[in-house]
């Protein structure tokens, strides 16, 4: 029985005096197979990681779809307003729509604040092509402080709003207020690329 121990200790295998723990039996398993569990493990993980990325992008393109449907039904009930047969005899100018579209943004998607967001640029960017930059600014304005609640104060999404800001400040011949939003947008994609500015580099 001695030998027959030793040689089952030599071959990795349980030993028989120590008797028959799971625990034990399964380390020597293990200890025997490394590169067969190793490999058994490395796949396992790979398809969990799969299983959870994919589970994650079906939850993101649900969310997309919802967004895309909702902004879809509010100009749908935006444009209505401009049938003859609901406005009850008054002219709608675009511009009176576009107001309506903007007050009933907070009102509306308190609870949906993506939409808010997407909603909020998509009538800015239509004041902004009508010329009317005053009336964009305070929606952009409320975006980035969404954005910022929403996405965190050094995301993307914020350096794209700021962007956004900059470039409206530039066409009203507002430079330096421009300057300063194009500052805190650059600073932001550097630290997310993890470069120094410019002021730290020197120092």
């Given at each position: 029985?001695?030998?027959?121990?030793?040689?089952?200790?030599?071959?990795?295998?349980?030993?028989?005096?120590r008797?028959?723990?799971?625990r034990?039996r399964?380390?020597?398993?293990?200890?025997?197979?490394?590169?067969?569990?190793?490999?058994?493990v490395?796949?396992?993980?790979?398809?969990?990681?799969?299983?959870?990325?994919?589970?994650?992008?079906?939850?993101?393109?649900?969310?997309e779809?919802?967004?895309?449907?909702?902004?879809?039904?509010?100009?749908?009930?935006?444009?209505?307003?401009?049938?003859?047969?609901q406005?009850?005899?008054?002219?709608r100018?675009?511009?009176?729509?576009?107001?309506d579209?903007?007050?009933?943004?907070?009102?509306?998607?308190?609870?949906?604040p993506?939409?808010?967001?997407?909603v909020?640029?998509l009538?800015?960017?239509?004041?902004?092509?009508?010329?009317?930059?005053?009336?964009?600014?305070?929606?952009?304005?409320?975006?980035?402080?969404?954005?910022?609640?929403?996405?965190?104060?050094?995301?993307?999404?914020?350096a794209?709003s700021?962007?956004?800001?900059?470039n409206?400040?530039?066409?009203?011949?507002?430079?330096?207020?421009?300057?300063?939003?194009?500052?805190?947008?650059?600073?932001?994609q550097?630290?997310?690329?993890?470069?120094?500015?410019?002021?730290a580099?020197?120092?």
């Amino acid at each position: 029985a001695f030998g027959s121990d030793l040689r089952r200790f030599l071959g990795g295998r349980p030993v028989l005096a120590r008797g028959d723990a799971l625990r034990y039996r399964t380390g020597k398993f293990l200890r025997r197979h490394r590169v067969s569990v190793s490999a058994a493990v490395v796949v396992v993980l790979a398809l969990a990681g799969g299983l959870v990325g994919t589970a994650w992008q079906a939850r993101r393109a649900q969310r997309e779809a919802r967004k895309a449907e909702a902004v879809k039904d509010f100009l749908k009930s935006l444009f209505s307003a401009s049938d003859p047969t609901q406005a009850l005899g008054q002219a709608r100018s675009a511009r009176d729509l576009l107001e309506d579209g903007a007050r009933r943004i907070e009102t509306e998607f308190g609870d949906q604040p993506e939409v808010q967001s997407e909603v909020a640029r998509l009538i800015a960017a239509v004041y902004l092509q009508l010329g009317e930059h005053d009336r964009a600014l305070p929606l952009l304005d409320a975006d980035l402080e969404r954005r910022r609640r929403l996405d965190g104060p050094r995301s993307l999404a914020v350096a794209e709003s700021l962007t956004q800001l900059a470039n409206v400040h530039y066409e009203q011949g507002r430079f330096e207020e421009a300057r300063a939003r194009y500052e805190q947008a650059l600073s932001i994609q550097r630290a997310r690329r993890g470069e120094r500015s410019p002021q730290a580099a020197e120092l």
